[in-house]
């Protein structure tokens, strides 16, 4: 993949990528994310994390273990409900995960706690972020619809931004477009990746 690669180009690559690893692999290595993403002195010292539920077909990292382990600390886990599928208006809700006999998926195939209460953007103290693949320039490769980049430019700038990938897909950088909100961290299974880290960008790694 040559490094003049677009945002299309990676798409692929980083989605070919992900389905070309067996599920044994996707545990190992979100088992590993996991423990990582737990030692955060920022999401040791949260009181509420936005998270994601993963879609095992698309061989997403698996933030169950995350979320599993969050829930036993009596940390409050945040999960995106989409509430409009129409192009160009990506718009999510935020409620509070309260179990998964609770979660529905949507017609995109995402598990949603449609019954959680709403989660206020400002109870949020990380938000933990999906993604194909990402640049250690801080940008990120997801599906191009933009819902993610929507919330976060609407979420104090100073919450901890920390995204999930495999090694496997991570770049020294990836383009980016005007809109695009950068993370702070990158957390791979061999370890925490800092960024090119924007000037209201907190420690994430470091004190919460």
Known sequence: MPSSATKSELRQHFDA??????????TDRSKRIARHVLNLPAIR???CVHAYWPIPEQNEVDT?????????????????VVTSFEAG????????????????????????????????????????????GAGLNGHRIGHGWGYYDAFLKDLDPSIPRILLAFDD??????PC???DIPVHIIVTESGLHKVASPDDAPDAAGQP
């Open 45 to 47: 010292g949260a009181s």
């Open 177 to 179: 477009d005007a809109h």
């Open 169 to 174: 897909c991570v770049r020294p950088h990836v």
């Open 89 to 132: 208006t990506p718009e999510m809700a935020h409620r509070r995960f309260t179990g998964r006999s609770d979660l529905q998926r949507n017609e995109w195939n995402i598990a949603e706690p449609i019954d959680g209460p709403e989660v206020l953007l400002s109870n949020i103290d990380a938000v933990i972020v999906p993604a194909l």
């Open 64 to 80: 169950r273990y995350i979320i599993d382990a969050l829930v036993e600390r009596d940390v409050d886990v945040a999960l995106p």
């Open 17 to 26: 990528t992900r389905k070309a690893m067996d599920r044994g692999a996707i």
